[in-house]
């Protein structure tokens, strides 16, 4: 049975995938059999053939050089709106047990699991009539620790805190922080992590510029993340 992760960020388009491509890619690099795991992706492009395509899961394999079968998503949307929505729109309601059975099926295969999550850490995955479903909930149940991708720039105090807040509420274990779109040697950025950290008490354990091809944190410190 391997280990594993659960990425959340202090919102939508903060940069998961981006930093969870460069995770995988540092543990598949260092001999690592690394795997990638999404429960719900909405948004999804549409292929020619009329398929909806896991971009996120797409992306990931490319960052990381992964086989098809290695990046996994269990409910794929086409609306990029919140997946309970998206879900709502296709008469599709997400099955917790069926998220569960894929998760661990995947973990069985790898020794390090990355599975990125939607949205920031209130995410409504489904809410209807017989379940209401949020990301921290499905974080609870697969018994996982977070780790946050929050923005280096203004207002990640903020997010990264409540964030940080959240997850201590809810006693899911924070790993730490990346920081993505860092600017080295920004004196508000800098200060930023040095806030999040005092204030938070957790880490900020790499911080990923524009563009970055490899992620600026060794591979065992990187391992010793996932439980
Ligand atoms: N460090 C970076 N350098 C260059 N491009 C980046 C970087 N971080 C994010 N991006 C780009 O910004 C966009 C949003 O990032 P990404 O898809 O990783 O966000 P996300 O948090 O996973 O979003 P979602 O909530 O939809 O899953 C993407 O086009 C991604 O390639
Ligand atoms: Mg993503």
Redesign the pocket.
């Known amino acids: 049975m391997g280990k594993a992760l659960f990425i959340t ?1 202090t ?11 460069l995770i995988v890619k540092r543990l598949k690099d260092a001999g690592f059999r690394a795997g990638y795991y999404k429960a719900a ?1 909405s ?1 999804a492009e549409v292929g020619a053939d009329g398929a909806l395509l896991p ?2 899961a797409l ?1 990931v394999r490319r960052t990381a050089g992964l086989a098809a079968e290695d990046a996994s998503v269990s409910y794929i949307y086409r609306d990029a709106v919140s997946p309970h929505l998206a879900a709502k729109i296709e008469s599709r309601p997400i099955d917790f047990d069926k998220v569960e059975r894929d998760f661990f099926t995947a973990k069985e295969r790898f020794d390090y699991l990355t599975v ?5 850490i209130i995410c409504p995955l489904r809410w209807d009539e017989k379940e209401h479903v949020v990301l921290d909930d499905l974080i609870v149940r697969l018994q996982l620790s977070a780790l946050v ?1 929050a923005d280096a720039g203004l207002g990640t105090i903020n997010a990264a805190v409540l964030t940080a807040e959240h997850l201590k509420m809810r006693e899911i274990p924070l790993a730490g922080f990346i920081f ?3 600017q080295a040697g920004d004196r508000m950025q800098e200060d930023n992590k040095k806030m999040v950290e005092e204030m938070t008490g957790a880490p900020v354990l790499a911080c ?5 091809k490899d992620l600026p944190l060794a591979a065992d410190a990187l391992a010793a993340l996932y439980a």
């Open positions: 960020g919102g939508t388009d903060i940069g998961k995938t981006y930093v969870t491509g992706l948004g971009g996120d992306f990125e999550g939607s949205g920031g991708i993505n779109h860092w990923v510029e524009k563009g970055a």
